[in-house]
């Protein structure tokens, strides 16, 4: 049983993350009437979403406060249950948005999938044999289903709420702009502070996910290899040699894995804490202009909600990192496939190549998988018809031996 060559990538090497996802976008552009769906009710969540945290004020100051101060003033109550009965509606209004741009979006994302599933595959068949040879079918076998999996999984959850982050944020940033230029400003100078560390740890955390993927396409390759050679191994009694070596790649991997995913880890608490200390800054500040009859009671938690709105999708789109990078990660090696060059046969096509008569003559045939370094040089052979000629010997076994020529070894 012989052992194919490992893959030669540099998988510390950064990759080109925006042309990985522009290739990606080619994939959903496919579906622009469902993507147009799926924007428009996205901006009909945002507005609906933003429009429940505007009417928190008018709730407080007009009617809650009111009828505290005057609990036998039954309008305040009526009123109290109409626009909260308003509330309630634009609640409604905004989950129903929420749930049909997520299923329109998750039907994109697997027609996307499917498409790249099928041209990962069609390229494979267009490969040549040597890259075959120098590449375990089990990592393969990783590409086309671990790999896709992840970038399935990245387009159903992130797509959509990078575009309603973005949305809100600039939604949010108009509204407490417009309400009290002071109290947006809070908001304003923590957003820098959270974007670097945010893209600080990606650049970090890319490489491990990368790192993360090649891990587990080794395993699944040492996997599909030696289940198949099940025979031989118990043959030559080798099962602790092998159990050995998978634990070792095994180990590799839960290695990679835990820092992949440590590090991811580590964004959603820096970014909760900063959303919290935003939150207590303005708390504070608009207490003080409440104080001095700058602003409103329900000015207050208006811009309460405001701060947590405005952190809430940058912190939701930081609990999706993992998701994100692996996504990326494997896209980049599915890509790296679908542009390998692709090896066209001389003549292909052409059959005619006369009557056989099983007589095979070699006359200073060289061969090799890279022109650099031929594995058979100048081989000169005759097989008669019935006859048979084979290079044998285990891996290792320098059976392109350059010290001797061919025929001396056969």
Same mark, same amino acid.
């Given at each position: 049983?012989?052992?194919? +060559?490992?893959?030669?990538?540099?998988?510390?090497?950064?990759?080109?993350?925006?042309?990985?996802?522009?290739?990606?976008?080619?994939?959903?552009?496919?579906?622009?009437?469902?993507?147009?769906?799926?924007? &428009?009710?996205?901006?009909? /969540?945002?507005?609906?979403?933003?429009?429940?945290?505007?009417?928190?004020?008018?709730?407080?100051?007009?009617?809650?406060?009111?009828?505290?101060?005057?609990?036998?003033? *039954?309008?305040?109550?009526?009123?109290?249950?109409?626009?909260?009965?308003?509330?309630? %509606?634009?609640?409604?209004?905004?989950?129903?948005?929420?749930?049909?741009?997520?299923?329109?979006?998750?039907?994109?994302?697997?027609?996307?999938?499917?498409?790249?599933?099928?041209?990962?595959?069609?390229?494979?068949?267009?490969?040549? !044999?040597? /890259?075959?040879? %120098?590449?375990?079918?089990?990592?393969?076998?990783?590409?086309? $289903? *671990?790999? &896709?999996?992840?970038?399935?999984?990245?387009?159903?959850?992130?797509?959509?709420?990078?575009?309603?982050?973005?949305?809100?944020?600039?939604?949010?940033?108009?509204?407490?702009?417009?309400?009290?230029?002071?109290?947006?400003?809070?908001?304003?100078?923590?957003?820098?502070?959270?974007?670097?560390?945010?893209?600080?740890?990606?650049?970090?955390?890319?490489?491990?996910?990368?790192?993360?993927?090649?891990?587990?396409?080794?395993?699944?390759?040492?996997?599909?290899?030696?289940?198949? #050679?099940?025979? $031989?191994?118990?043959?030559?009694?080798?099962?602790?040699?092998?159990?050995?070596?998978? *634990?070792?790649?095994?180990?590799?991997?839960?290695?990679?894995?835990?820092?992949?995913?440590?590090?991811?880890? !580590?964004?959603?608490?820096?970014?909760?804490?900063?959303?919290?200390? @935003? @939150?207590?800054?303005?708390?504070?500040?608009? #207490?003080?202009?409440?104080?001095? +009859?700058?602003?409103?009671?329900?000015? !207050?938690?208006?811009?309460?909600?405001?701060?947590?709105?405005?952190?809430?999708? &940058? @912190?939701?789109?930081?609990?999706?990192?993992? &998701?994100?990078?692996?996504?990326?990660? #494997?896209?980049?090696?599915?890509?790296?496939?679908?542009?390998?060059?692709?090896?066209?046969?001389?003549?292909?096509?052409?059959?005619?190549? +006369?009557? $056989?008569?099983?007589? $095979?003559?070699?006359?200073?045939? /060289?061969?090799? /998988?890279?022109?650099?370094?031929?594995?058979?040089?100048?081989?000169?052979?005759?097989?008669?018809?019935?006859?048979?000629?084979?290079?044998?010997?285990?891996?290792?076994?320098?059976?392109?031996? *350059?010290?001797?020529?061919?025929?001396?070894?056969?």
């Amino acid at each position: 049983m012989s052992r194919r +060559g490992a893959m030669n990538v540099n998988w510390d090497k950064a990759k080109d993350t925006k042309g990985t996802i522009k290739r990606i976008m080619k994939y959903l552009e496919q579906h622009k009437k469902g993507f147009a769906i799926v924007v &428009i009710f996205i901006i009909l /969540y945002v507005l609906f979403n933003l429009a429940t945290s505007i009417l928190l004020q008018p709730i407080i100051d007009d009617y809650i406060i009111p009828m505290i101060q005057n609990p036998e003033e *039954n309008s305040y109550k009526i009123g109290f249950i109409k626009i909260l009965a308003i509330y309630i %509606t634009i609640a409604i209004l905004a989950a129903a948005c929420s749930y049909i741009q997520s299923r329109t979006m998750v039907n994109i994302a697997q027609q996307a999938v499917k498409d790249m599933r099928k041209d990962l595959f069609a390229k494979i068949e267009k490969l040549p !044999i040597k /890259y075959f040879d %120098t590449h375990p079918h089990g990592e393969l076998m990783s590409r086309i $289903v *671990n790999d &896709i999996d992840n970038i399935s999984m990245a387009l159903n959850t992130s797509v959509n709420q990078i575009f309603t982050a973005l949305l809100t944020l600039v939604g949010t940033l108009i509204a407490m702009i417009v309400i009290s230029p002071i109290l947006a400003l809070i908001s304003i100078l923590a957003l820098p502070v959270m974007l670097i560390i945010v893209r600080k740890i990606a650049k970090i955390n890319k490489k491990q996910f990368i790192k993360q993927q090649q891990s587990l396409a080794e395993v699944n390759g040492y996997i599909e290899e030696y289940i198949s #050679g099940q025979k $031989v191994i118990k043959a030559f009694n080798k099962e602790e040699t092998v159990k050995q070596n998978f *634990n070792t790649r095994n180990m590799k991997l839960r290695k990679e894995g835990f820092l992949a995913q440590a590090i991811a880890g !580590i964004v959603m608490p820096l970014m909760g804490g900063l959303s919290n200390i @935003t @939150t207590a800054i303005t708390a504070i500040v608009s #207490g003080i202009l409440a104080i001095n +009859g700058k602003i409103s009671v329900g000015t !207050i938690a208006l811009y309460t909600k405001f701060s947590k709105e405005f952190s809430r999708p &940058i @912190t939701e789109v930081t609990n999706q990192f993992n &998701i994100i990078q692996a996504g990326i990660a #494997g896209a980049e090696r599915c890509f790296e496939i679908i542009d390998e060059e692709v090896e066209f046969p001389e003549n292909a096509g052409k059959n005619n190549i +006369g009557p $056989v008569k099983g007589h $095979v003559e070699f006359k200073n045939v /060289y061969f090799g /998988y890279d022109n650099e370094k031929m594995i058979l040089k100048n081989i000169n052979l005759d097989v008669k018809p019935g006859e048979t000629i084979a290079i044998v010997g285990p891996t290792g076994a320098r059976k392109n031996n *350059n010290n001797k020529p061919i025929n001396e070894i056969l």
